[in-house]
Nanobody, 128 residues
Framework: QVRLVESGGGLVQAGDSLRLSCVASGSTFRGYGMGWFRQAPGKAREFVAA????????TYTDSVKGRFTISRDNAKNTMDLQMNSLKPEDTAVYYCAGSEEYYSSTYWYRTEDRYDYWGQGTQVTVSS
């Protein structure tokens, strides 16, 4: 059974940084694509960032480009999201997701239906 566990969330002030981590476990997990999504109170869950298996291709939603960086370490089955220059509008529960489908382009990893596994979420709160 595959399990994804996020960590690193917390309460910070605007302009601060946080680093989220996601650890995958399960002998059958391949995780060709991995991504981060977030859900703010009263809003639908939205795509944040995704990365291909090799790590050579990444994609971000426009609102976080230049501030967030996604990375992964396949040897450790981990994925990180470095979040800099945080804004109050980044406040949300952040979810890690893993896909067993291989796509050469990160374009296909921007939607929730491409993912097979989800973490339980970690809260990020940014105060103004």
């Amino acid at each position: 059974q595959v399990r994804l566990v996020e960590s690193g969330g917390g309460l910070v002030q605007a302009g601060d940084s946080l680093r989220l981590s996601c650890v995958a476990s399960g002998s059958t997990f391949r995780g060709y694509g991995m991504g981060w999504f977030r859900q703010a109170p009263g809003k639908a869950r939205e795509f944040v960032a995704a990365i291909t298996w090799s790590g050579s291709s990444t994609t971000y939603t426009d609102s976080v480009k230049g501030r967030f960086t996604i990375s992964r370490d396949n040897a450790k089955n981990t994925m990180d999201l470095q979040m800099n220059s945080l804004k109050p509008e980044d406040t949300a529960v952040y979810y890690c997701a893993g896909s067993e489908e291989y796509y050469s382009s990160t374009y296909w990893y921007r939607t929730e239906d491409r993912y097979d596994y989800w973490g339980q979420g970690t809260q990020v709160t940014v105060s103004s």
